[in-house]
Protein backbone atom coordinates (compact mmCIF):
# COMPACT_ATOMS: atom_id res chain seq x y z
CA UNK A 1 0.00 0.00 0.00
CA UNK A 2 1.53 3.19 -0.83
CA UNK A 3 1.03 6.70 0.63
CA UNK A 4 -1.16 8.01 -2.19
CA UNK A 5 -3.44 5.10 -1.84
CA UNK A 6 -3.36 5.70 1.97
CA UNK A 7 -3.98 9.91 1.52
CA UNK A 8 -7.06 8.56 -0.89
CA UNK A 9 -8.40 6.42 1.96
CA UNK A 10 -8.78 8.74 4.70
CA UNK A 11 -9.99 11.27 2.43
CA UNK A 12 -12.71 9.50 1.41
CA UNK A 13 -13.35 8.65 5.12
CA UNK A 14 -13.30 12.13 5.90
CA UNK A 15 -16.07 13.12 2.75
CA UNK A 16 -17.80 10.20 4.28
CA UNK A 17 -17.66 8.18 1.23
CA UNK A 18 -16.11 5.44 3.29
CA UNK A 19 -17.36 3.95 6.16
CA UNK A 20 -14.67 3.46 9.30
CA UNK A 21 -15.42 -0.21 8.89
CA UNK A 22 -14.34 0.01 5.33
CA UNK A 23 -10.93 1.38 6.19
CA UNK A 24 -9.88 -1.04 8.77
CA UNK A 25 -10.87 -3.48 6.31
CA UNK A 26 -8.67 -2.09 4.01
CA UNK A 27 -5.70 -1.84 6.73
CA UNK A 28 -6.19 -4.98 8.11
CA UNK A 29 -3.12 -6.33 6.09
CA UNK A 30 -0.80 -3.76 7.46
CA UNK A 31 1.76 -4.36 8.67
CA UNK A 32 2.35 -7.63 6.92
CA UNK A 33 0.29 -10.67 5.35
CA UNK A 34 1.75 -14.18 6.99
CA UNK A 35 1.21 -16.71 4.31
CA UNK A 36 3.13 -19.31 5.57
CA UNK A 37 6.40 -19.52 3.53
CA UNK A 38 6.52 -15.71 3.50
CA UNK A 39 5.65 -12.82 5.47
CA UNK A 40 4.10 -10.17 2.73
CA UNK A 41 5.56 -6.71 3.87
CA UNK A 42 2.30 -4.62 2.40
CA UNK A 43 3.92 -1.38 4.83
CA UNK A 44 6.93 -1.15 2.85
CA UNK A 45 5.71 1.25 0.40
CA UNK A 46 4.72 3.69 3.10
CA UNK A 47 7.92 3.32 5.58
CA UNK A 48 10.38 3.62 2.04
CA UNK A 49 8.11 4.85 -1.27
CA UNK A 50 8.54 1.86 -2.82
CA UNK A 51 7.01 -1.73 -2.57
CA UNK A 52 9.00 -4.97 -1.52
CA UNK A 53 10.37 -6.66 -4.52
CA UNK A 54 9.83 -10.19 -4.82
CA UNK A 55 13.24 -12.36 -5.60
CA UNK A 56 12.02 -15.13 -7.64
CA UNK A 57 15.56 -17.68 -7.75
CA UNK A 58 14.84 -19.76 -5.38
CA UNK A 59 11.04 -20.28 -5.00
CA UNK A 60 8.73 -22.72 -6.66
CA UNK A 61 6.78 -21.16 -9.34
CA UNK A 62 3.47 -21.05 -7.04
CA UNK A 63 4.86 -19.63 -4.28
CA UNK A 64 5.64 -16.16 -6.32
CA UNK A 65 2.74 -16.42 -7.73
CA UNK A 66 1.00 -16.97 -4.41
CA UNK A 67 3.35 -13.40 -3.03
CA UNK A 68 2.74 -11.59 -6.47
CA UNK A 69 -0.82 -11.98 -6.37
CA UNK A 70 -1.12 -10.88 -2.73
CA UNK A 71 1.16 -7.89 -3.45
CA UNK A 72 -0.87 -6.85 -6.64
CA UNK A 73 -4.16 -6.89 -4.58
CA UNK A 74 -2.78 -3.79 -2.26
CA UNK A 75 0.09 -2.00 -4.59
CA UNK A 76 -0.26 -1.24 -7.98
CA UNK A 77 3.29 -1.58 -8.94
CA UNK A 78 4.86 -4.86 -8.14
CA UNK A 79 8.02 -6.34 -9.62
CA UNK A 80 9.52 -9.80 -9.40
CA UNK A 81 13.18 -10.19 -10.30
CA UNK A 82 15.37 -13.58 -11.16
CA UNK A 83 11.86 -15.23 -13.04
CA UNK A 84 11.77 -18.65 -14.63
CA UNK A 85 9.72 -19.27 -17.63
CA UNK A 86 7.47 -22.02 -15.43
CA UNK A 87 7.18 -18.95 -12.84
CA UNK A 88 5.66 -16.42 -15.59
CA UNK A 89 3.36 -18.93 -16.38
CA UNK A 90 1.84 -19.20 -12.68
CA UNK A 91 1.65 -15.36 -12.10
CA UNK A 92 0.03 -14.84 -15.53
CA UNK A 93 -2.52 -17.29 -14.94
CA UNK A 94 -3.37 -15.41 -11.26
CA UNK A 95 -2.40 -11.82 -12.47
CA UNK A 96 -3.34 -11.38 -16.44
CA UNK A 97 -1.97 -7.90 -16.29
CA UNK A 98 1.47 -8.50 -15.34
CA UNK A 99 3.96 -8.30 -18.09
CA UNK A 100 7.19 -10.30 -18.86
CA UNK A 101 11.12 -9.26 -19.87
CA UNK A 102 12.23 -12.06 -21.23
CA UNK A 103 15.99 -9.93 -21.47
CA UNK A 104 15.95 -8.53 -17.85
CA UNK A 105 13.63 -12.12 -16.68
CA UNK A 106 11.50 -9.98 -14.69
CA UNK A 107 7.53 -9.25 -14.19
CA UNK A 108 6.24 -6.15 -13.76
CA UNK A 109 2.73 -4.97 -12.95
CA UNK A 110 2.26 -1.14 -13.36
CA UNK A 111 -1.57 -0.43 -12.79
CA UNK A 112 -0.60 3.36 -12.37
CA UNK A 113 1.60 5.48 -14.12
CA UNK A 114 2.62 8.77 -12.99
CA UNK A 115 4.55 10.70 -15.29
CA UNK A 116 8.53 9.79 -14.64
CA UNK A 117 10.61 11.92 -12.83
CA UNK A 118 13.75 13.19 -13.59
CA UNK A 119 16.74 11.54 -15.63
CA UNK A 120 18.76 8.46 -14.88
CA UNK A 121 21.02 6.91 -17.64
CA UNK A 122 21.31 3.63 -17.91
CA UNK A 123 24.55 2.96 -19.48
CA UNK A 124 25.85 -0.90 -20.68
CA UNK A 125 29.68 -1.55 -22.08
CA UNK A 126 28.36 -4.36 -24.42
CA UNK A 127 25.51 -6.05 -25.47
CA UNK A 128 26.46 -9.01 -23.59
CA UNK A 129 25.48 -7.07 -20.36
CA UNK A 130 22.06 -6.15 -20.97
CA UNK A 131 20.56 -8.79 -19.17
CA UNK A 132 21.54 -6.79 -15.73
CA UNK A 133 21.38 -3.19 -17.59
CA UNK A 134 17.81 -3.77 -18.20
CA UNK A 135 17.27 -5.23 -14.44
CA UNK A 136 18.19 -1.90 -13.39
CA UNK A 137 16.26 -0.30 -16.21
CA UNK A 138 13.08 -1.42 -15.52
CA UNK A 139 13.31 -1.08 -11.87
CA UNK A 140 13.35 2.16 -12.21
CA UNK A 141 10.73 3.01 -14.61
CA UNK A 142 8.46 1.09 -12.32
CA UNK A 143 9.39 3.06 -9.18
CA UNK A 144 8.73 6.55 -11.33
CA UNK A 145 12.27 7.61 -12.77
CA UNK A 146 12.69 8.55 -16.57
CA UNK A 147 15.77 6.37 -18.00
CA UNK A 148 17.88 6.61 -20.81
CA UNK A 149 19.84 4.10 -22.34
CA UNK A 150 23.05 3.93 -23.60
CA UNK A 151 23.93 0.68 -24.50
CA UNK A 152 26.89 -1.04 -26.66
CA UNK A 153 28.94 2.22 -25.30
CA UNK A 154 32.03 0.47 -24.18
CA UNK A 155 35.42 1.83 -24.06
CA UNK A 156 36.83 -0.89 -26.58
CA UNK A 157 35.09 2.53 -28.82
CA UNK A 158 35.60 5.01 -26.79
CA UNK A 159 33.65 7.21 -29.37
CA UNK A 160 30.45 5.49 -28.65
CA UNK A 161 30.07 6.82 -25.19
CA UNK A 162 31.52 10.34 -26.10
CA UNK A 163 29.10 10.91 -28.77
CA UNK A 164 26.39 11.00 -25.74
CA UNK A 165 28.38 13.42 -24.08
CA UNK A 166 24.88 15.32 -23.82
CA UNK A 167 22.51 13.42 -22.17
CA UNK A 168 25.21 12.29 -19.52
CA UNK A 169 25.22 15.69 -18.40
CA UNK A 170 21.80 15.95 -18.02
CA UNK A 171 21.36 13.10 -15.16
CA UNK A 172 20.79 13.06 -11.87
CA UNK A 173 22.70 9.68 -11.40
CA UNK A 174 24.44 7.35 -13.93
CA UNK A 175 23.94 3.49 -13.62
CA UNK A 176 27.06 2.05 -15.71
CA UNK A 177 27.20 -1.82 -16.20
CA UNK A 178 30.18 -3.66 -17.57
CA UNK A 179 32.17 -7.21 -17.17
CA UNK A 180 35.12 -8.31 -18.66
CA UNK A 181 37.74 -5.51 -17.02
CA UNK A 182 35.01 -3.50 -15.95
CA UNK A 183 36.28 0.59 -16.90
CA UNK A 184 33.20 1.82 -18.14
CA UNK A 185 32.18 3.42 -14.37
CA UNK A 186 35.69 5.06 -14.46
CA UNK A 187 35.76 6.71 -17.62
CA UNK A 188 31.85 7.98 -17.23
CA UNK A 189 33.02 8.86 -13.55
CA UNK A 190 35.52 11.10 -15.12
CA UNK A 191 32.95 12.68 -17.36
CA UNK A 192 29.67 13.81 -15.17
CA UNK A 193 29.03 15.54 -12.25
CA UNK A 194 26.47 13.08 -10.70
CA UNK A 195 26.93 10.15 -8.80
CA UNK A 196 27.58 7.21 -10.26
CA UNK A 197 26.70 3.34 -9.59
CA UNK A 198 28.77 0.87 -11.14
CA UNK A 199 27.34 -2.64 -11.59
CA UNK A 200 30.16 -5.53 -12.57
CA UNK A 201 28.89 -8.27 -14.51
CA UNK A 202 29.73 -12.11 -15.14
CA UNK A 203 30.41 -11.42 -18.43
CA UNK A 204 34.27 -12.30 -19.79
CA UNK A 205 36.88 -14.69 -20.15
CA UNK A 206 38.43 -17.05 -17.87
CA UNK A 207 40.44 -14.75 -16.18
CA UNK A 208 37.26 -12.04 -15.41
CA UNK A 209 36.80 -14.92 -12.68
CA UNK A 210 32.82 -14.73 -12.87
CA UNK A 211 32.84 -10.55 -12.51
CA UNK A 212 35.69 -10.57 -9.97
CA UNK A 213 37.88 -8.96 -11.87
CA UNK A 214 35.26 -6.21 -12.92
CA UNK A 215 34.16 -6.01 -9.43
CA UNK A 216 37.87 -5.28 -7.95
CA UNK A 217 38.48 -2.49 -10.95
CA UNK A 218 35.23 -0.69 -10.26
CA UNK A 219 36.15 -0.84 -6.15
CA UNK A 220 39.46 0.96 -7.02
CA UNK A 221 38.45 3.24 -9.37
CA UNK A 222 40.35 6.36 -9.32
CA UNK A 223 37.72 8.42 -10.62
CA UNK A 224 35.40 10.10 -7.70
CA UNK A 225 31.82 9.63 -7.09
CA UNK A 226 31.58 6.13 -8.33
CA UNK A 227 30.06 3.72 -5.88
CA UNK A 228 29.84 -0.21 -6.81
CA UNK A 229 26.95 -2.84 -6.01
CA UNK A 230 27.53 -6.97 -6.19
CA UNK A 231 28.17 -8.85 -9.23
CA UNK A 232 25.32 -8.73 -11.68
CA UNK A 233 22.82 -6.58 -9.56
CA UNK A 234 21.14 -4.91 -11.84
CA UNK A 235 17.94 -4.49 -9.09
CA UNK A 236 20.15 -2.90 -6.48
CA UNK A 237 21.89 -0.29 -8.64
CA UNK A 238 18.56 0.91 -10.23
CA UNK A 239 16.76 1.13 -6.63
CA UNK A 240 19.86 3.25 -5.37
CA UNK A 241 19.82 5.42 -8.53
CA UNK A 242 16.01 5.86 -7.94
CA UNK A 243 16.61 7.10 -4.60
CA UNK A 244 18.91 9.40 -5.26
CA UNK A 245 16.87 10.64 -8.75
CA UNK A 246 13.93 10.88 -6.07
CA UNK A 247 16.49 13.22 -3.66
CA UNK A 248 16.85 15.26 -6.31
CA UNK A 249 13.63 15.66 -7.49
CA UNK A 250 12.54 16.60 -3.85
CA UNK A 251 10.02 14.15 -3.48
CA UNK A 252 11.02 12.69 0.12
CA UNK A 253 11.09 16.45 1.42
CA UNK A 254 7.50 17.08 -0.12
CA UNK A 255 6.44 14.12 1.92
CA UNK A 256 7.82 14.89 5.20
CA UNK A 257 6.67 18.44 4.67
CA UNK A 258 3.04 16.90 3.74
CA UNK A 259 3.45 14.99 7.10
CA UNK A 260 4.93 17.45 9.74
CA UNK A 261 1.62 19.71 8.32
CA UNK A 262 -0.71 16.64 9.34
CA UNK A 263 0.50 16.35 12.46
CA UNK A 264 0.53 20.30 13.13
CA UNK A 265 -3.05 20.43 11.59
CA UNK A 266 -4.16 17.16 13.71
CA UNK A 267 -2.64 18.71 17.02
CA UNK A 268 -4.78 22.11 16.66
Given amino acids: MTREQVRRLLESLRRGDTTPDEVLEALAGLPFQDLGFAKVDHHRGLRKGV ?6 AGKTPEQVAEIFARLAERSPTVLCTRVALAAWDAVRARTPDAQYHPTARMIVLRREAPSPKGL ?5 AGTSDLPVAEEAALTLEAFGSRVERLYDVGVAGLHRLLAHGGVLRRARCVVAVAGMEGAL ?7 VAVPVIAVPTSVGYG ?6 A ?14 VVNIDNGFGAGYQAHLINRLADGEREENMGAEK ?6 SG
Fill in 51 to 56: PEVIYG
Fill in 120 to 124: VVVAA
Fill in 185 to 191: PSVIGGL
Fill in 207 to 212: ASFGGI
Fill in 214 to 227: ALLAMLNSCASGVS
Fill in 261 to 266: GNRCHS
